[in-house]
């Protein structure tokens, strides 16, 4: 029954992330590139509008705090485990199809934020709701659609917002550090706790502080790693470029796997990773203290280009500079990018293995912090507040028992309800893509410009 069960689910997986999905989203992006009239040009505005504050505006959290919520969540295993994966299988030219997505994606981001803020509406103890579910029951008068978005994210929580990444913190402890994973349980559960009932400033207070060390952290231990091997970046680059568009393979082991596994495992790796089009990243940006739509979705936007276009392309470059200098690592015998990863960066000294450890640890940790409110928001609108402590107490038992229990099931059901979010958040952007656009012609010249629309207030 149990084998039955699974074959069932796996093939629902391999359904909903078929090529229509990778194309649905890759599409939006493209779409609301050109609908916007390509506003990655504004990414520069938009890095300097994250660490300005607003505090005269509604919301209940700083821009910054909002943006790096965000961030928490998209910045986890996936850019380091998920590269490796993407490269594994999909060849090192997956790296330039996982990056391109990025740059591409940073216009769904502005988007899916611009109609989080837009929409968002104000309970009575002043605490600011938003996001996809609301986009569509104010926007497009499609509640039953809100809530089937806010039902599979609140579930999509536990699975890829927490077990899976308590699991990879207990994993890479028990195999560095020596600890046992039930001990990781317990530690991690404890430590979410006394955030997470906090509420949304408790969080962002946390990850203002955890995500520019998490980053900064890991983007300096990249760039001495290239250091180190700085004769080989010029090479994996053009290799990179080459094995994007072709078969065939490269020095040092690298295996080229064809374009079309190429782009399917880039996009879909990239996709994953900064989370642009799955509608969860403007459930924090509809909390942010910000004077119009558009100035936060600019600040939004970065967090897709952090993601993908820089900590993405950093471990890529280094994993695929790592395997030439190193032909010990076979690529054509690697098909795990957990191994892959593990494998490059052992090849590094010292240093390798510990920007790995702190790596996946701080990025796997903010991750459960970030899809933490993510939960909350989703569970609110459908059941109101008194579903928030039973949703909390649940999410910190999956962190205490995912490194003891198989995990495997787990996150196929997790991708199946990434993608089921994706599908109602996205009918929301392509729906209301004219008053993107509009929202987008009335601020961007005039950013300090206050929206006088009167947020609403519900009875939650």
Known sequence: MLETITNVINSIDKFVWDWWMIILLLGTHIFMTIRTGFIQRKIGTGIRLSVSKDPDAEGEVSQFGALTTALASTIGTGNIIGVGTAIAIGGPGAVLWCWLTGVFGIATKYSESLIAVKYRVKTKDGRMQGGAMYALERGLNMRWLGLVFAFFGAFASFGIGCATQVNAIATVCKENLHIAPVLIGIAVAALTALVIFGGIKSIANVCE??????A????????????????FIIPAIRKICELAFTPGAAAGGLVGRGIMMAMQYGIARGLFSNESGMGSAPIAAAAAQTRNPVRQALVSSTGTFWDTVVVCLMTGLVLVTSIMKNPSIDMSTVSDGGVLTTLAFQQIPVLGPVILVVGIISFAYSTVLGWAYYGERCVEYFSGRKGLIPYRIIYVVVAAIAPVVSLNLVWTIADILNALMAIPNLIAVLLLSPIIVKETKKYINNLDAKDDTKIPVVDK
């Open 209 to 214: 502080k955890l995500v520019p060390f998490m």
């Open 216 to 231: 900064f952290f890991y983007v300096v231990g990249c760039v001495i790693i290239l250091g180190l091997n700085y004769d």
